[in-house]
């Protein structure tokens, strides 16, 4: 799998390797042979590509890495890609939020018919000496929350429901 | 590795409220702390002046290369015990570092009752030889002790782990092939005597340091002989006579240059190796974990977010995310070192004990030290559970924990309750270190259960005898109870006990993990090996 790089803005993936000879940059659209040769100056490098030589200046910080080229400065960022192809985790998610565990609603902070958005806490369960915070799985408006303050609830018991989302 | 993305609003009022909170507790926490190392009555500092002799930080000064971290051990240890007249147990105990080298540092504080070894003193001493032993780390003492505490005697002398368990360390030190070096700056009278003897190199300070068995009151009385301090057992007698000492010092200054020149010729074991990535501080700032920890210990908070500001980069590969999801398991680097790091997010059911067993096991296999953060109310309890066989889910998690060959870290970061701890690798355990954070609890369960269920006990008894119990009645039976047991659980018990190695101001806890990993590599790793897993 190519290295994923952002160069300005724009998404591109390479991947650099040697072919005993010289360096070759091999890009979606085929591979290229390059050389890199550091100079006198602070970042200062000169690139040969394609039988022409350009000098650039290259300062390296820790979320990008700044090339200045040919006039122009570009700022290419690395991308991981186990996290931009990780994808929206799982899809849809629940419109139902689950008892983790038996235990005691402590307090509940939406009512049904509320407008809620993504992670709002909606109520306080205690179980096992810990209070949890159970927050809305997404923006949404709440249709049921069966259980009041002081009421016990089991193992996977519903204690709350999100109206269905529209298409 | 992926940089964990933190979800927290440092400007929430939820962040503020509980940032505020911890400095506050952090306040008290320097500040006992500071007085412990360097506060004494006038006439103590005075004493020590009159005998021409150093304090034990300004000794610590002398020996440690300048500019380099001292992991200072059991700092507030005593500090509930003797009406808090025993700071640090009078004793320093440590890792620090002479001549590139890492050692483990026993130090007498004789601005403390003349450095008398009390109960906790002995506690203090065994532990940090202990660790010298696990880590295979040379000991370097100071000695400067009144010798034990005679009206706590039994609190000193006669059981396994205390004053001969010193001495036997020492000789299971040796015959490990590990260098002790004794600085004698004060006497060593009786068992003391036995500290520089069993060392391979002492030195003895003129004028200040003597060594023996029987000091002149005693030999007065036992046999009529009057002798002087320095006929009987000091520097140049020992060193040209007896042969119990091995080198002079003309002075401390002289005494430090010699223990370092010592040191400076040891051969070097070469460290353990493994997995490393390049340092790098973690991308959150550690001092955002104020706000992080919640202000009532109640409150459920997302261990990731700690993780987030503890390891290298804030940088997290986690393991099994979506199964067990109260334990989380994954890999990270502190100081560069890779390291298997287990912490709770939530109660331990049976996916997060078998996940937790798995992981270890992976971690062992592959050599990666263990890294454990405890916020812990225990396993999981109830019908369900039980029937899916939770203890012996927990028995897998415990018999994974406990036949590591890794080495292991624990921080007590928020709850450690009942069986929990010992998942989690508490005191019993064998974490090369364990340190607390200073809003921390500790007990078999929290206070207000323990209380409860004391207090129930005793009303039961008393409607049993026939007598009914106002609400006054209830609260004067009840809350006596939950007040001790609020007490009996924090950190400054435990820590005052030596039931950790120290509290830990929450954004230090990187640097002692990362000093911590480094001593354990001067011990090798053992291939695995287990006992039988309950399947």
Same mark, same amino acid.
């Given at each position: ?5 952002q ?17 070759i ?14 100079t ?9 590509v394609?039988g022409?030589?350009?000098d650039?200046?290259?300062?390296v ?13 570009f ?30 609603v402590v307090?509940?902070n939406a009512?049904?018919g509320?407008?809620v958005k ?9 179980s ?16 049921e ?13 519903t204690l ?8 | ?6 979800q ?6 939820d962040?503020?409220?509980?940032h ?19 506060e004494?009555?006038q ?9 021409d ?21 059991s ?10 007249a025993? =700071?640090?147990a009078? $004793? +320093?105990? #440590?890792?620090?570092?002479?001549? %590139?080298?890492e /050692?483990?540092i ?17 506690k ?10 696990e ?9 400067d002790?009144a010798?034990?505490?005679l009206?706590?005697?039994h ?8 004053g ?5 360390n020492?000789v ?6 590990? =260098?002790?070096?004794a $600085? +004698?700056? #004060?006497?060593?009278?009786?068992? %003391?005597?036995? /500290? ?10 003129e004028?200040?340091g ?7 009151p005693?030999?007065?009385?036992a046999t ?8 009987l ?6 060193t040209s ?12 200054q ?8 010592i ?9 353990t ?6 340092f ?6 550690p001092k ?11 409150t459920?908070?997302d261990?990731r977010e ?5 390891v ?19 890999f990270?680097?502190i ?6 790091i ?7 059911f049976?996916d ?14 592959n050599?990666?030290?263990l ?10 309890v ?10 012996k ?18 921080v ?18 064998d ?13 078999v369960?929290g ?13 039961r008894?008393?409607q049993?005898?026939?007598?009914e119990l ?6 004067a ?7 001790k ?7 400054y ?16 806890t990187r640097?002692a993990?990362g000093?911590s ?16 897993f309950?399947?």
């Amino acid at each position: 799998m190519r290295r994923i790089y952002q160069i300005d803005g724009e998404e591109t993936e390479c991947w650099l390797s040697h072919d005993g000879r010289s360096m070759i940059l091999n890009t979606p659209d085929g591979a290229i042979p390059c050389q890199l040769d550091a100079t006198e100056a602070p970042g200062g490098y000169t690139l040969r590509v394609r039988g022409r030589t350009y000098d650039m200046r290259v300062a390296v910080g820790p979320d990008a890495t700044f090339v200045h080229l040919n006039g122009r400065t570009f700022a290419i960022g690395r991308v991981d890609p186990a996290e931009r192809l990780a994808g929206n985790d799982g899809g849809a998610v629940d419109d139902r939020i689950v008892a983790p565990m038996p235990g005691v609603v402590v307090s509940v902070n939406a009512k049904a018919g509320d407008q809620v958005k993504e992670g709002q806490p909606l109520l306080v369960i205690e179980s096992m000496k810990l209070e949890t915070s159970l927050t809305a799985p997404r923006d949404g408006v709440i249709a049921e929350i069966p259980f009041a303050a002081g009421d016990s609830f089991g193992l996977k018991a519903t204690l709350a429901q999100l109206a269905p989302q529209e298409e | 590795m992926r940089r964990i993305e933190s979800q927290i609003d440092t400007n929430a009022p939820d962040f503020k409220a509980n940032h505020a909170a911890m400095s506050e507790r952090l306040k008290e926490f320097h500040a006992r702390q500071h007085a412990t190392r360097f506060e004494r009555p006038q006439r103590d500092i005075d004493r020590l002046a009159r005998q021409d002799k150093l304090g034990v930080r300004e000794r610590l000064k002398l020996l440690l290369d300048p500019g380099t971290p001292f992991l200072e051990f059991s700092t507030l240890a005593a500090c509930r015990e003797y009406d808090g007249a025993v =700071p640090g147990a009078a $004793v +320093v105990t #440590g890792i620090g570092i002479v001549q %590139g080298r890492e /050692v483990a540092i026993h130090a007498n504080d004789a601005s403390v009752k003349g450095g008398a070894w009390y109960p906790h003193t002995v506690k203090k001493i065994v532990r940090l030889l202990d660790v010298a032993l696990e880590n295979r780390l040379p000991v370097i003492h100071i000695c400067d002790s009144a010798g034990g505490f005679l009206p706590l005697q039994h609190g000193v002398f006669p059981d396994r782990y205390l004053g001969g368990r010193v001495f036997r360390n020492q000789v299971k030190l040796s015959q490990a092939n590990i =260098p002790q070096i004794a $600085v +004698v700056g #004060g006497h060593c009278t009786a068992g %003391g005597a036995y /500290v520089p003897t069993l060392s391979d190199y002492n030195i003895i300070i003129e004028g200040t340091g003597a060594i023996f068995l029987g000091g002149p009151p005693l030999v007065k009385a036992a046999t009529g002989e009057e002798v002087g301090v320095q006929e009987l057992g000091g520097a140049v007698m020992h060193t040209s006579v007896s042969g119990t000492g091995d080198y002079r010092a003309a002075t401390e200054q002289h005494a430090f240059s010699l223990a370092r020149e010592i040191v400076s010729q040891w051969k070097r074991t070469p460290k353990t190796i493994i997995e490393t990535a390049t340092f790098e501080e973690p991308y959150y700032d550690p001092k955002e974990l104020y706000g992080i920890i919640p202000k009532d210990r109640k409150t459920q908070f997302d261990m990731r977010e700690v993780l987030a500001r503890i390891v290298d980069g804030s940088r997290f590969h986690e393991y099994q995310p979506d199964y067990g999801t109260t334990m989380i398991c994954g890999f990270a680097h502190i100081w560069g070192y890779k390291v298997g790091i287990l912490a709770n997010n939530g109660v331990l059911f049976n996916d997060s004990s078998l996940k937790a067993a798995h992981f270890m096991q992976l971690c062992n296999q592959n050599r990666t030290p263990l890294v454990f953060f405890q916020n812990i109310t225990g396993y999981m309890v109830g019908r369900e559970y039980e029937e899916r066989g939770i203890a012996k889910d927990g028995a897998k998690m415990l018999m994974a924990q406990g036949g590591s060959v890794v080495p292991k870290f624990t921080v007590i970061a928020n709850a450690s309750y009942g069986a929990g701890n010992y998942g989690m690798c508490g005191r019993a355990w064998d974490a090369r270190t364990l340190f607390m954070w200073p809003q921390a609890e500790i007990g078999v369960m929290g206070a207000d259960q323990a209380a409860n269920t004391m207090a129930d006990v005793k009303i039961r008894q008393l409607q049993r005898e026939g007598k009914e119990l106002t609400e006054e009645e209830i609260a004067a039976i009840r809350d006596p109870v939950l007040e001790k047991f609020r007490q009996d659980v924090e950190a400054y018990t435990s820590t005052s006990e030596l039931w950790d190695d120290g509290i830990l101001d929450p954004a230090d806890t990187r640097n002692a993990l990362g000093m911590s990993i480094s001593a354990s590599l001067n011990a090798p790793i053992d291939d695995p090996h287990y006992g039988i897993f309950r399947l």
